[in-house]
């Protein structure tokens, strides 16, 4: 393995990872978490009381949540009339916590899988059943990045030419990486 994931034959894959990509994946996980936040009332929430809770019905006003939990209806960035809105609102107070809990154990999956590795680099593996849970939280992961960085479809290539002092140069690096373990994650599960 060359720090790329590969499959292990029974629809699961791997990657090597040398101690600073653990720390780094590992680092971007936990700051997902922090952004995602604790569940309605914290971790430690009544179980039924969490059947009954009712999320948010605005959009996030940060742009990384706001693009993590997007309006059901209507465009990004274009005008959206009362009747979609009220419908938005209605469908995200329903979702969102779930998507929120959804995301959350996705992140902890991934972080728990580093943890396994003891602050060093090694391989680490997902079966089958987790592949789509660790595409889940590289996809979150990048596109949070991607809001923070104000990336546009029309960026994407200019990424590669960054100068080397451009302050945006690490994340861009931790954004172009992810993509690449996605898709070789995807290639694992499907090749």
């Given at each position: 393995m060359a720090g790329l994931f590969e499959g292990t034959g029974d629809g699961g894959a791997a990657i090597a990872?040398?101690?600073?990509?653990?720390?780094?994946?590992?680092?971007?996980?936990?700051?997902m978490l922090e952004l995602i936040g604790p569940g309605p009332g914290g971790e430690s929430e009544d179980p039924l009381a969490a059947l009954f809770a009712e999320g948010p019905t605005e959009a996030p006003a940060d742009p990384a949540l706001a693009r993590l939990f997007p309006?059901?209806?209507?465009?990004?960035?274009?005008p959206?009339?009362?009747?979609?809105?009220?419908?938005?609102?209605?469908?995200?107070?329903?979702?969102?916590?779930?998507?929120?809990?959804?995301?959350?154990d996705d992140a902890l999956l991934v972080v728990r899988a580093l943890d396994t590795l003891g602050g060093a680099g090694g391989v680490v593996r997902a079966a089958a059943g987790e592949c789509p849970r660790w595409l889940c939280a590289f996809n979150d992961l990048r596109l949070t990045l991607g809001a923070r960085l104000e990336i546009t479809e029309e960026d994407e290539q200019g990424l590669y030419d960054l100068p080397d002092e451009d302050p945006r140069k690490p994340l861009v690096m931790a954004y172009l990486w992810l993509g690449a373990l996605q898709e070789s994650l995807l290639e694992a599960m499907t090749g």
């Open positions: 990872l040398e101690e600073l990509e653990a720390a780094i994946l590992r680092s971007l996980e936990v700051q309006d059901a209806y209507g465009e990004p960035g274009k959206v009339d009362p009747q979609t809105r009220a419908a938005a609102g209605e469908f995200r107070r329903y979702t969102e916590l779930d998507l929120r809990a959804r995301k959350r």
